[in-house]
């Protein structure tokens, strides 16, 4: 155990041309390799291509696809007398942010456009209309929290 205090969360600066925390958030998860301008580019690129494509504002567009892809509840494994139970719980909100930021990221790479801005734009219009494939994923996650109910007794 540490002799000495744990330290702090630290804290993120917001974005310098929206000023926006979110943003932050996920733009330091988009980049690989420390190249934080061009995760910053790749997602001022997507919202210019949302606001072209459906005439909304980019910004909205991606909160609103934030909102739908968050997970209220998901399932996990609990060993009770020697079985493994999939036991639903409550995420938390920063859990849920950082999860559906990490699906957004992950199924936008999947899709199948020239760029990972128009990659990122596909994602996000399509998850802020309730469709694509990390609304699939948040829906299924639902599932499985649902089906497992009988388990919840099991929650500690």
């Not at 958030?25 to 690129?45: A, M």
């Not at 509840?73 to 719980?89: D, E, F, H």
């Not at 219009?125 to 009988?150: C, F, K, L, T, Y």
Request: net charge positive; aromatic share 8%; with cysteine.
């Amino acid at each position: 155990m540490a002799r000495k205090r744990r330290s702090g969360k630290q804290g993120v600066i917001p974005d310098p041309k929206y000023k926006s925390l979110l943003i932050t958030q996920f733009v330091n998860c988009l980049f690989r390799r420390g190249k934080k301008s061009t995760g910053e580019s790749i997602f001022y690129s997507a919202l210019d291509t949302i606001k072209e494509r459906t005439g909304n504002e980019g910004l909205e567009v991606f909160e609103k696809a934030i909102d739908n892809v968050k997970p209220m509840v998901q399932v996990k494994s609990r060993r009770v007398g020697g079985q493994t139970y999939q036991i639903p719980i409550e995420v938390r909100y920063n859990e849920r942010l950082a999860l559906a930021i990490r699906w957004l990221i992950s199924f936008a790479k999947q899709r199948g456009e020239k760029t990972m801005a128009a990659k990122l734009a596909g994602e996000f219009i399509d998850a802020s209309s309730g469709q694509g494939r990390s609304m699939q994923r948040r829906e299924e996650v639902h599932r499985m929290a649902e089906a497992n109910r009988a388990f919840a007794h099991y929650r500690w």
